[in-house]
């Protein structure tokens, strides 16, 4: 259904007006509304004689509508796909939004006059949630709701055009006929909105809620990234767009105010979120987190979220892992409690359920020496194009390999080819032979310095190399968005990283369910994707191979990293650097030796000696 609804709307029209006019009027004619005298809906009521009705009796068929929440749900569901990278906007499910209000809504104690707001309002999802409730604890009309109580703000002019047709549907659906509403609705961009220069005697907002846009900086125009850098929570990393919204929400509070959110939930580990967790910190700013962990609350998003409900008062953090499923059986008991001085702004906040995971954090932590002052990591090349410089031969003689690609055979020099593997499909080491690939490689090395191949002799000594690449030098030159023209050479690999490692490596993965490595004898051997260690001792990679397949490390990574669907963790530097690495023995290092030896007793025993 949904497929047809969006199918309809691209084919009918790409005016916001035009598509909101045929929304609108379904649900007129749904819940036999038409004869309103609303003077905002009345352009949008589509009559028998106009030439758009047609088309309405089509969409009749395959648009149902059974409630107004539907009608927020096709708001937000017309948006087109490159506007969401763009703009962050997604649906948030009506349990959530519920949840949200109420909770803020909890500490309020004269609603009346109460002012609640949405800085980024999308199509008034929260808004419409919050004056539903504020109308049964008042008994106000909405009229005196929409005018009196109910803020919001929002990039999009059109996304204000919907605010004001939901929330007006909304009163419509119960009862209340009037002519013109007043809303207190802005088109605006909240990184620079002023709000008492369009409140008057404004002092700030007792409730903020909503769900912040979701646009990692790579997708924020240079304006955005310029407004970013007024707020003090963006200094730390490449900051994602709902990072600032915390800021800009707890600053523009009352004392004692709240502020309730659903966020991505990755801050509380990234570097990104670093500046955000010094600003908590230094604030000691009264904190609830309830983490979905790997949870995806958003139907076709990749995105792994929270709750956070930030008062403006002093206090610690209040933290809870559960399935969105039992949020309403949470009560102050539930949470586990933290206060600032515990947590590690720098590194990110290890946040779990109970004392014993705490405390088994602590004790692996405080073993022996972290992880990242042992061990060096890296991730895979970055060409960018892989599909154009990797290859496995079809044939090979003693010279060139032979590739059948793109519908045409090329022969390749051998010399300017390195071995590479992806490690993230090595499960074992002889995996490491038969997922071998080759890569053109057109870098040499000069006073111990990896430079790229000069081009003339590039052609020279490479000529057929260079002549298959410059066959896909418009692709290579359409990286990174068309910025490869900023490349040392057009052929060049899209970044630099990985490709001077010249040691035995310890290969594992991004993301998996329980971690599995794999060591590589070869040291010349380059990789993409995954993750290595990188060392020029066997014999520590061995011992360091043992301690990260035994079960205490597998229990320390569940409960530091981050969650993704499917009981999927991420194995990312960030989540591992901590890891305490205990000093062992002579005597214990020659047990390790011994192939029939119990590893994960082995160093279960060792950390308990600690």
Known sequence: MKKKIFSFLEDYSTNPFVIDRLIVSVFLYTFNKKETTNKLLLPYIIKENDKDY???????????????????????????????????????????????????LSN???????????????????????????????????????????????IQDYSITRSKLLLTLLALSEGEEVSDFEF??????????????????????QVIVGNPPYVCSRNMDNKTLILLDRWSVTKSGHPDLYIPFFQIGYENLIEGGVLGLITVNTFIKSING???????????????????GGEQIFRGKNTYTCLCFLQKTKGGISYKRIKSSELHNLNHNSFFHYEYSELNNQDGWNLVNSYNKNNFINRIESTGTPFKDLYTTRNGIATLRNDIYKFVPDREDSKYYFINKFDNEYKI??????????ANKIKCERDLILNEEKIIFPYTQQNDELIILPEDEFLVNYPFAYKYLEEFKKELYDRDKGKAYKYEKWYAYGRRQSMDI??????????????RFIISRDKDLLFYNGIAVINNSLRELKELKSLLESDIFFEYIKNTTKDYSSGYISM??????????PEISSDDRAKLKISEIDHNLFWKKIYDKK
């Open 184 to 205: 207190n609705l802005f088109h605006g961009n909240a990184l620079d909105f002023d709000w008492s220069a369009n409140i008057s005697e404004f002092s700030g907002f």
């Open 572 to 581: 990312s530097r960030n989540y591992i650097k901590n890891f305490g690495i």
């Open 108 to 154: 309020v104690t004269e609603f009346r006059n109460m002012k609640i707001c949405d800085p980024a309002c999308g199509c008034a999802g929260f808004l419409y949630t919050a004056a539903q409730i504020i109308r049964k604890k008042t008994s106000k009309t909405y009229a005196e709701i929409f005018s009196q109580n109910i803020f919001g703000l929002d």
């Open 54 to 104: 047609k088309f309405l009796k089509e969409f009749l068929s395959i648009c149902k509508l059974h409630e107004i929440e539907d009608l927020i749900r096709i708001f937000e569901f017309i948006i087109s796909p490159q506007e969401k990278v763009v703009t962050g906007a997604v649906y948030t499910p009506s349990n959530i939004r519920k949840y949200i209000v109420e909770q803020c």
């Open 413 to 422: 020099e051998k010399n300017i080819c390195r071995k590479i593997v992806n």
């Open 274 to 292: 670093r500046a955000l967790r010094n600003y908590f910190s230094s604030n000691e700013i009264k904190i609830k987190i309830i983490n979905f």
């Open 502 to 515: 010249y040691a035995y490596k310890l290969f594992f993965p991004h993301i998996c369910e329980r971690p």
